[in-house]
């Protein structure tokens, strides 16, 4: 039996940028009285900053405020049998500009959720890491059918 750690690498910053340019859903971590809140979001990259609508909410609240935040979204390639995740920190705000706004939409930015969502929020990074690493061989009479490494080793 393997009992060897595995492997952890950090991701380029070239390889996080490539990752947030092919992801599509990430989840926004924000303050709010105090407290963490995170909502999961689709998002556009725009000029090397991510850029999300929203209706009137806590998010909305947060961009105002020129708030911190952070997006992260991550994911499992079965072929290399690697996980991965990219974090990004920084300040948002609100995209006033109407011609901001349709160069956003001209990238895709479509609400996947329905309802109003006119408000334009951008996260402009000042932080952003990725890691990889190796997954475990799942114990395939315990590991959930549902779970994604099953494919990989049955």
Known sequence: MDTAAPSTGNLSYDACWELLAAGIVGRLAVIVDGRPEIFPLNYVLDRRSIVFRSSGGTKLWGAQAARAAALEI?????????????????????????????????????????????????????VLTGRQFKVSRPDLWNTRLSDARRSTFE
């Open 74 to 126: 991550d994911g499992y390639d079965p072929q290399l049998q690697e996980a991965w995740s990219v974090v990004v920190t920084g300040d948002t705000e609100v995209i006033s500009r109407q011609e901001e706004k349709d160069a956003v939409d001209a990238l895709g930015l479509e609400p996947w959720q329905p309802g109003e969502k006119s408000h334009y929020i951008r996260l402009a990074p000042q």
